[in-house]
């Protein structure tokens, strides 16, 4: 890493300023002249046919400047009914409780609420199911809506999964998508197996918890242009989502994004048409902010998962046989990560014989989408709880256990895939002194019991491609501009790349988000694919730009480009230091009145690359009150292959907040609904995160393993770190009370009743 | 011209729908939340001292959010006091009616009047020098500010002027730049001449008569940051302004320009600097959009000039000598095209034996910049009446004459540059028919008096350098993303020459203006620059982009490049239609999830050109009213080298409106300023510009002596048309009166008093 001067420092991220003194303007700050508040009505049953909608009385109302409900939705060509981010509103039949079924424009939000009041519906309720497992009985009633079901685009992009069946109608049972990956001979791997281990494994719903709700303005102009300014992961899959959506063609939208206040997957393009079709009918700008009950009722969460898993292991440490079937509950509408869930199930280990099978099951609940590491914690809770009970059952250390039986170079995994080289060994490794220390914690007196758990899994991740151009400015600096939202500290990390690559300070470099119209095409930041995907693009860039300046500056100082030395702020001789000439300089010479030479324009483009998947694991040390059952976490270790941190600072960040939002998972998280399908805990006070209160301070542990296709050796960092610690806790409190909780999340009456199981 | 599918055909304008429906957003139309009403105090006194500015009374209004003097103003490393642009308020001293001595903000238009109504002043007057001449007698007033004199940017840069020499103090007088030019022996020339002709020329100051005021909005962030909205020609010209005069650095300044309603040199960043100090003491956004009497008293008009002709010509029609001298006044600050003026004396004709003096001078009057064709009216009002007396003297055609001594290329001009190759003779050729035939109209019967005549000029303009991307949009479309402002319909031409490269239709390109943020750098809209400038970079944007694109679609072909056609939405291979691919399917393989390829971003910079002067020349056919001495324009022709017009409609249109300006500046402008400097007629019942109703259908010839350096041959456009024909009407005057009016505008009085010093 010596080599490098900028990559690998740990430094401040370049938009600190502003939001720590709140000047970042977030959607919800956003203000246009003349514009109106949106609101809509949720549907008030999980199933029910919509019989009548009558909108006049709101019509009606003073200070309401539009109502609209399905009916005035234009359909383009490439409108799918089947899709949740298509289906705007309800049409004939609402789908789950808090499904948009009309929307107003008011000139207030009082105004708002009271139109919304005002709109009656007449509806005629259906029998609703609300358990995946339940959903896959004949019996169960069926969720039929227009549109055929999609196959996940998470599920076709984010993994290289292979063999999805996308079932044609789901007249006869609500699975939309089914999986059956299988490798060697389970029944085989059994039969060598000296212990056989079988549980099922529940996660419920999460949500993302982005703290920033859903919030977005739409403004039309005569010509039929559109402008959304956004709080978005990816300003052109909006654009994408809105011209198919709204039958528009992309160059009639721009999208705008806002600063951002977290998104983990969840915020894409939701009520993007919404709010453009409602200010469309309203011939005004209008805003739309979710509230928090919205959020948690009627967004789009992690789907709910029943995973069995039955394994086979022999004395000597060698796991002989994984079968699974997974139960993935997508909601209302398909695409939940079904088939990462069956592939993470069979990833982190050798084993010769496997077989998942997979089902992505409709329920009358909210449709699901990403949230970090899509079906991570899922899969890991499941593989990572069982792997912990077989080493426990052949007596062998669980660090040891996994370490002997890590994914590596060439590990087929279940969809028939090779790993390529990836850092899972380097990983658990690396966490060694962790886990000694963890031990030697355990064995320290105390009131309560305590545990300790390890656990580890990893993502595949997205991988551009990306595109960045690079200027000098009049003042000497390098402006790079991309249309990338940061979300994480990723434009400090591009700075980073930058200015090493142009052999300047990061302070000399400002990276400027650009829009769908000014600027070129941009990946979504997901799939932890920014740093990775954009980084080789802004070294192109930066690269090019200092290949032009230094040609311009050799043509003005009489000598050749290799003769040059590029200082901060000025371009000499190497051994002629007295011959130089200023950036500021350079800057006249290209541009304007007096140029000389051409205006400098960096360029970089870079294509998709390799995948560049990152391994993490985690130790994690709890103590659980046995009056109680209520688990306290006292010491996370997170470890992750994160090829070559280009910020420190920022890359440790992350790895902490994927570790606090999987702790959440594992103890407190669960969108819990109530038999009518209504979330009972719609606020941030019943609905619990983990907050900085309920935890330790995060150690963190670095391990490179360089990817050779990304700027530098960087990997994709984001979402490794939300898997393994889900595992980890489970199996802490496991080791801590000597049992085991198989239904997510681990609270204290689940520690209570896994105690009285245990007797 | 028939190789060329797209370029040269007549088009309507891309912003057309936009603009008649009202949509587009002017200065004045540009709305922020919370947004303030900027107004300004101007001086009341032509030249004074200030003692004493009191604001005090009006802080304490309510409503005011800021109140700020010259105090207010930082002064940044590169503050130049000397400067009209840096000297945003008058310091110690006032140095002409209306410039601004103090500002507010307030919450509205009334309390802001208000306000300046509360702001006292004590004001020390002093004697103060209006007219030029006068101001160059050593009994004169001497007008002294901070900071020394500047050369004319415009007479650095937009002509290659020579041997300016900027006198370091103006204490004992106004006189602050000077020029001396000689070719050749003007006293053995005129010793050569059959006939001496010598006159003096009067044009007074003329306002650039845009339609939108000056309008700038300014809002400033905690980070020091500041965006201005302007209606400006040059978005990286105000933030270099800005950064000068406030101390910032560039990367400081965003500046985004709104639409434009006119600027024709005078929409630089003149108010700008003041905008922002008041936003900013504020800590609120600021508007600012000026009256038009703070217009016609305040801002930058273009100048009054003196000039003394005495020119030499034989009998055969040989020009012998031309001795000049130019008084040229600036107002309160330097910056006049003094040296253009002086180039322009002796540029359209071969002459052998040439002096020219040029003396720029101050005076307590707005100070001015450029307008059209800066100095152009100025110069061949003179020379064009000089040349035509002339002729007239020797009894030649006035055309003949000038076509028998109309430079070319390698003739002389007075600064000792030869001519490039020029079009002036193919020009004026290409008017002798519309002469003969405004001949034959002169012969009709009619109760007016008829005149017809004749004049050229020709103006250098500038010349890049440019910068442009293109990218392919989701829907197929080439967004075409550049910073320069659209003034003229230079879009809708760079949507064209884009067109042409890619082998697209014009329908298919999207041009996007980018801002000092989101863009590359990018000319100023000035100097006639945009096409000229801008083409190349824009073809060289558009060929890349479609290299790209054939490269990728010959991969996915599985053919060559060079084996495919390139339809309007779609790639096939020539010979075998069948074998294609569109471009929406293209764009998928190039972005996102699924890109084979890399994305797409063609990329233009073009260095400054060589010069590309135009000429143009104009017949002027006029009635006049023997009882009021009142001209009326009967018919107008105008010629122009456009080299190659990219589109016709819009060309023509620029020189059907240089016209309009010129037969205005000809007949109707003037700034009348009273004894104490105060504008009489600050208004546009009073100040009179030519309108519709006083114009016939202005005929256009469109000459093409390609320019190698433009995009298709294209050359500079704009600005030459409003060069002639301020000589054609003031010939045709003289032809139909059979006498000369020395002074501008032309108005009934001066005519019936030329006619009484005939006698």
Redesign the interface.
């Known amino acids: 890493m010596s080599e490098h001067q900028i990559v690998g420092k740990p430094l401040p991220r370049v938009d600190a300023?502003?939001k720590v003194?709140?000047?970042a303007i977030y959607g919800a700050d956003f203000?246009?002249?003349g514009m109106l508040v949106g609101r809509f009505l949720g549907s008030a049953y999980a199933h029910a046919e919509i019989r009548r909608i009558d909108t006049s009385r709101a019509e009606a109302l003073p200070g309401v400047y539009a109502v609209v409900t399905a009916a005035d939705l234009p359909r383009g060509e490439h409108y799918d009914a089947g899709s949740r981010a298509h289906a705007v509103f309800a049409g004939d039949r609402a789908l789950f409780v808090g499904q948009p079924v009309a929307a107003v424009a008011a000139e207030d939000l009082a105004t708002a609420q009271e139109a919304l009041r005002l709109i009656e519906i007449e509806y005629n309720p259906l029998p609703a199911v609300l358990d995946p497992v339940q959903a896959m009985d004949p019996s169960s009633p069926v969720i039929q809506h227009e549109g055929p079901a999609d196959r996940s685009?998470m599920d076709?992009?984010t993994q290289q999964a292979a063999d999805v069946k996308t079932l044609e109608d789901n007249e006869n049972d609500n699975v939309v998508n089914k999986v059956d990956f299988e490798q060697g001979d389970v029944a085989r791997g059994f039969a060598e197996a000296d212990v056989i281990v079988e549980h099922t494994y529940r996660v419920p719903m999460v949500h993302q918890g982005y703290v920033e709700p859903h919030s977005q303005t739409a403004l039309w102009?005569?010509?039929g242009r559109v402008t959304i300014w956004i709080s978005t992961q990816g300003i052109?899959d909006v654009?994408?989502r809105l011209?198919e959506t709204l039958g528009l063609?992309?160059?009639q939208i721009r999208v705008i994004s806002t600063e951002i206040g977290g998104g983990f997957g969840g915020k894409m393009a939701l009520f993007a048409p919404l709010v453009a079709v409602l200010a469309r009918k309203a011939k005004r700008p209008v805003q739309l902010v979710l509230s928090r009950h919205e959020e948690l009722q009627a967004s789009n969460p992690a789907p709910l998962s029943v995973v069995h898993l039955k394994t086979g292991v022999k004395r000597d440490g060698t796991i002989t046989a994984i079968q699974g079937k997974a139960v993935v509950d997508t909601g209302a509408y398909s695409g939940a990560p079904m088939t990462v869930i069956c592939i993470m199930l069979g990833q982190a280990y050798k084993c010769a014989n496997v077989r998942i099978e997979g089902y992505e099951v409709l329920t009358n609940k909210p449709s699901v989408t990403a949230y970090r590491a899509p079906g991570g914690p899922n899969a890991a809770f499941s593989i990572e709880s069982q792997v912990d009970e077989m080493a426990r059952a052949i007596g062998m250390d669980p660090l040891e256990f996994r370490l002997r039986n890590a994914a590596e170079e060439g590990t087929m995994q279940p969809h028939g895939r090779a790993h390529r080289r990836i850092g899972l060994k380097e990983t658990l490794a690396a966490l060694r002194p962790a886990w000694e220390d963890a031990k030697r914690w355990k064995q320290e007196p105390g009131d309560q019991w305590r545990g300790i758990g390890v656990a580890c899994g990893g993502w595949e991740g997205?991988r551009?491609?990306?595109?960045a151009?690079m200027?000098l400015?009049?003042?000497g600096?390098f402006?790079l501009?991309c249309g990338v939202v940061d979300l994480t500290g990723s434009h400090t990390s591009l700075a980073q790349i930058a200015a090493e690559a142009l052999g300047v300070s990061p302070a000399r470099v400002?990276v400027?988000k650009?829009?769908t119209?000014?600027?070129?095409?941009a990946?979504m930041s997901a799939g932890s694919q920014t740093t990775y995907g954009m980084g080789p693009a802004v070294q192109e860039a930066a690269a090019d730009a200092r290949r032009q300046l230094l040609r311009y500056a050799a043509a003005y100082l009489k000598t050749r480009a290799g003769k040059l030395t590029l200082a901060d702020d000025q371009i000499y001789v190497t051994d002629k230091p007295e011959k130089h000439v200023t950036l500021k300089k350079m800057y006249d010479l290209?541009?304007?009145?007096?140029?000389?030479?051409?205006?400098?324009?960096g360029?970089g483009?870079?294509?998709?690359r390799q995948p560049a998947p990152s391994f993490a694991a985690c130790v994690a040390a709890v103590e659980v009150d046995p009056e109680t059952g209520k688990a306290s976490i006292r010491r996370l270790v997170a470890a992750q292959d994160v090829g070559q941190a280009i910020n420190p600072l920022s890359v440790e960040g992350q790895i902490q907040g994927g570790t606090v939002q999987s702790v959440g998972i594992a103890l407190w998280e669960e969108l819990a609904f109530d038999e009518q399908g209504t979330v009972r805990n719609p606020n941030l006070l019943d609905y619990r995160k983990a907050t900085a209160a309920d935890l330790p301070f995060i150690q963190t542990v670095l391990v490179n393993v360089p990817a050779g296709d990304g700027a530098y050796g960087a990997k994709i960092v984001g979402e490794p770190s939300i898997v393994p610690p889900v595992g980890a806790v489970a199996n802490a409190v496991a080791d801590a009370i000597g049992a085991r909780v198989y239904d997510l999340p681990i609270m204290p009456e689940r520690v209570w009743r896994a105690l009285a199981a245990r007797g």
């Open positions: 300023r502003e003194t709140g000047q203000r246009l002249p685009e076709v992009h102009d005569s010509s052109f654009r994408e011209a063609s992309a160059s997205g551009g491609p990306g595109v151009f200027v400015d009049e003042d600096m402006r501009v400002r400027v650009s829009d119209d000014t600027g070129p095409w990946p290209a541009n304007g009145w007096s140029a000389r030479f051409k205006p400098i324009l360029r483009t870079a294509p998709r």
